[in-house]
Every structure is written in structure tokens, then in C-alpha cells.
């Protein structure tokens, strides 16, 4: 076994998930604590050894820097690392030689979370330089796409109403507590309730809508949308929201495209209907002279669009590791991960319409392998048995004193 470490549990994903996992560390011998900052990370601990904080966001250091000197802390365990919360632990952390374990949702979907040392998507510690992945990837086995397993997203949902339900006692028991979503949770439930109730009115018509884009021969383009509320857009991009992305695509589009091209916006399929983004797209039409070329869609075939697609622009999305997986040329608006010469686009963004170029593959496959054995979990955080192939298989991941990532450099 490794040697014997202390873990710190912070947040965790709305789900048994870290409850599980510290149960496993626990019984390979470590020290587990947990500091809860709600009534829902309460109510998903259960009755393992945790401390309550229900103070200031002020005042959250000094805490966080009595645990780590009293309980001789050497990790943490957190999920998302931009959470108020979670900011000033991963700061100080990082100050005093503590190992910050940051997980995330996958960046290679759906049988994959991700899991990084001291910080995820624009504060991941992979490099950056094409040739690396070129060189470590060639000496790394083909991952494949890992064992599958089925997780409902009914699941996912019912966890997330009982982290928040449980949260309605957080003005008594936390009464200092903020939520990092920017929205209100019953305003987004309602919102799910609207738009969940429309799809299956708007599923035959956007289906159709992608046959006719596949089979006509009609050369398109595709925007899929992020959520505004996502760490990737707020802390990770230049941009306020996707109204701000659209205006300045839509704008580059018709002045740059190919005159007989389309535009393809897609919708994320986790949105919660809050934006009428068909009359701001509407709006933006009528301004720069685009009428009939650009197409909307809430839902649909993303493998089928991305097979026919000339092109893909994103900001950051992990649907741009699928588009450049899918061999279609892609930009990015932002600097993700992936963001490399030979994957994405490199030059100016008005000249992607016309020469876009095509993804290496070899590097592609080489990039996520890499990306695999360095900071991908084979597993998930909502239904049983994701849970369990992810504690399982993370654990070489949190219990070396040398990460995958190490290793490799």
C-alpha cells in the first residue's frame, strides 16, 4: 500500500460519490475528515466524522488552516476547483505542500470523470505542446472507451432535487452559506419542467431538420451552445454568455462563410430553457443580413451532425474533443485543453470558414490516450455502478505519492 495519508473531503458532487470514496480510503488505510458547507453535503456524508463550517466566506481560511495543521492534512478532495469555497483551500494548499485532488465531469464522454492534481480545464497541469503527446502517447496503450455502464439521467436529477431539498435548511444550519450556481435551484427546476415538456414536440422536427442537412449536401457549419451558468464560461473564457458567442459568430459568419453555407446552433441539452435563444438568434439574423442561413435546433444527433458538419466553432466545450475525434475541422473561441497545433484551427477566426483543415488523427488518438491515463476516471458519479468503477479506479490516481501525470513528465 502507499503510505498512509490524510485526506480532507471538501464539496462533492451531488451524489453518494465522495461518501463511497472516503469509505474506500478509509479502509486502506487513511485518515479521512470532511468539512461540510451546507445541509446537502450534510445530508450526503451522512454520519461519517466531519466538521459543519456555517461562517463567513472571510473567515473560511483561518478555518481550513487549523484543520490542516491540527490533522496533519497531506490532501484534499474537491469537485469543481473555481467554487467559493473551494478557492481559498486550493490557494493555501498549494502554499503549504498539500496535494489537491480536483474532480470533475469527464472530459471524454460518458463512461469517463475527470480527476487532476492541483486544478482542471484551464488551470490543468497537461501540457500544451503537440509534440509531448506525439511522444508519451506513442508509448501508451489504446484505452479505447473504457467499460460502459448505464446511468439514467433521471438519476442524476432525483440526487440533485435531494441536495437541494436537504438544502432548504440551510438558513438554520448554514445560514452564511451561497450557492456557486448563479440561478436560483427552483428557477432552474421550472425552467427543466418548460423546456423537458417542449422537447418531445421538438424532437421530430430537429430530426428531420438533421436528415435534410445530412442527405441535401448543403455545406453547414455548427455552433453547440455551453451553459452560461458553467465554470468553462464563467471563469474560463471572455465571455458573459452565449448571447455575447453567438453575436460574435454570427457576425464572422456572414461576412467570412461561403455564401451558400449555413449555420447550425444547437442547444446544450442540460439548458433550462431561461434564454429564448430562438429570438435572440432571430434578433441577430435581421442585424447582419442572415436571414434563411441559420438554423436552430433543442435537440438532436450530434454524432450525425458532426459526420457532415464542414466545421465546428466552441468555446471550450468537451464537444470539441468529440468533433476533432470525428475528424471535423474545429475551432475554439477560448483555450481549452485540447486547444493544439495539428487538433484545432490555429489562425485567425474569420479565416475558419474558408480553410478550416482537418484534425490529425494520429496526434488525436495519441492526445487521448494521454489525456486517459493522465486524468480520466474510468466511471461515474450518479448511479451505483459508476460509483463504484470510480472508486475503484481512481485510486491510483490518490494514493501515489507521484500522480499518473508525473510520471509521465
Known amino acids: 500500500?502507499?503510505?498512509?495519508?490524510?485526506?480532507?473531503?471538501?464539496?462533492?458532487?451531488?451524489?453518494p460519490f465522495f461518501a463511497k470514496l472516503a469509505d474506500q480510503l478509509t479502509a486502506d488505510g487513511h485518515w479521512v475528515f470532511k468539512i461540510n458547507f451546507n445541509a446537502g453535503d450534510l445530508a450526503y456524508w451522512g454520519i461519517r466524522r466531519a466538521w459543519n463550517y456555517r461562517g463567513e466566506l472571510p473567515g473560511l481560511r483561518d478555518f481550513l488552516d487549523d484543520k490542516y495543521r491540527r490533522f496533519e492534512i497531506t490532501d484534499q478532495v474537491l469537485f469543481g476547483d473555481r467554487r467559493p469555497v473551494h478557492r481559498p483551500a486550493v490557494d493555501r494548499a498549494s502554499a503549504l505542500g498539500i496535494r489537491t485532488h480536483v474532480f470533475e465531469e469527464g472530459y471524454l464522454r460518458?463512461?469517463?470523470v475527470t480527476l487532476e492534481r492541483e486544478g482542471v480545464n484551464g488551470h490543468s497541469l497537461l501540457p500544451r505542446d503537440p509534440d509531448w503527446f506525439r511522444r508519451v502517447g506513442a508509448k501508451l496503450p489504446d484505452y479505447g472507451n473504457g467499460a460502459s455502464f448505464k446511468s439514467p439521467f433521471s438519476l442524476r436529477a432525483a440526487h440533485d432535487v435531494a441536495y437541494?431539498?436537504?438544502?432548504?435548511?440551510?438558513?438554520?444550519?448554514?445560514?452564511?452559506?451561497?450557492?456557486?450556481?448563479?440561478?436560483?435551484a427552483a428557477v432552474e427546476y421550472a425552467g427543466y419542467a418548460v423546456r423537458f415538456s417542449m422537447l418531445r414536440f421538438r424532437e421530430p422536427q430537429d430530426a428531420a431538420l438533421i436528415d435534410h442537412l445530412a442527405n441535401s449536401g448543403?455545406?453547414?457549419?455548427l455552433l453547440p451552445l455551453q451553459l452560461n451558468s458553467d465554470a468553462?464560461?464563467?471563469d474560463h473564457c471572455r465571455f458573459d454568455d452565449m448571447n455575447g458567442v453567438m453575436e460574435l459568430v454570427m457576425e464572422s459568419f456572414a461576412v467570412h462563410a461561403p455564401n451558400a453555407a449555413r449555420l447550425v446552433?444547437?442547444?446544450h441539452p442540460l439548458d433550462a430553457g431561461l434564454v429564448n435563444y430562438r429570438r435572440v438568434i432571430a434578433d441577430?439574423?435581421?442585424?447582419?443580413?442572415?436571414?434563411?442561413?441559420?438554423?436552430?435546433?433543442?435537440?438532436?444527433?450530434?454524432?450525425?451532425?458532426?459526420?457532415?458538419?464542414?466545421?465546428?466553432?466552441?468555446?471550450?466545450?468537451?464537444?470539441?474533443?468529440?468533433?476533432?475525434?470525428?475528424?471535423?475541422?474545429?475551432?475554439?473561441?477560448s483555450d481549452p485543453i485540447?486547444?493544439?497545433?495539428?487538433?484545432?484551427?490555429?489562425?485567425?477566426?474569420?479565416?475558419?470558414?474558408?480553410?478550416?483543415?482537418?484534425?490529425?488523427?494520429?496526434?488525436?488518438?495519441?492526445?487521448?490516450?494521454?489525456?486517459?491515463?493522465a486524468a480520466q476516471v474510468n466511471g461515474g458519479f450518479y448511479c451505483a455502478t459508476g460509483i463504484r468503477m470510480a472508486v475503484h479506479n481512481c485510486r491510483r490516481f490518490l494514493e501515489p505519492e507521484r500522480s499518473p501525470l508525473d510520471e509521465l513528465l
Not at 500500500?1 to 451524489?15: H, N, P, T, W
Not at 437541494?164 to 436560483?184: D, E, K, Q, S, V
Not at 459526420?307 to 468537451?318: D, E, F, I, L
Open 338 to 373: 485540447y486547444n493544439l497545433p495539428g487538433l484545432t484551427f490555429q489562425g485567425p477566426f474569420d479565416d475558419f470558414w474558408k480553410h478550416p483543415g482537418k484534425p490529425d488523427a494520429e496526434l488525436y488518438r495519441h492526445f487521448r490516450n494521454t489525456l486517459i491515463h
Open 164 to 184: 437541494h431539498l436537504a438544502g432548504c435548511t440551510n438558513p438554520i444550519l448554514f445560514p452564511h452559506y451561497r450557492r456557486h450556481a448563479p440561478l436560483n
Open 265 to 267: 446552433i444547437k442547444n
Open 284 to 333: 441577430l439574423e435581421k442585424r447582419f443580413g442572415l436571414s434563411g442561413r441559420i438554423d436552430y435546433l433543442e435537440s438532436g444527433d450530434l454524432a450525425k451532425l458532426l459526420r457532415h458538419a464542414q466545421g465546428v466553432v466552441t468555446v471550450n466545450s468537451t464537444v470539441g474533443i468529440v468533433s476533432v475525434g470525428a475528424g471535423c475541422p474545429t475551432v475554439t473561441l
Open 110 to 112: 460518458p463512461c469517463w
Open 1 to 15: 500500500m502507499a503510505s498512509r495519508r490524510s485526506f480532507l473531503f471538501l464539496q462533492g458532487v451531488c451524489s
Open 218 to 221: 448543403v455545406p453547414f457549419y
Open 232 to 234: 468553462q464560461i464563467r
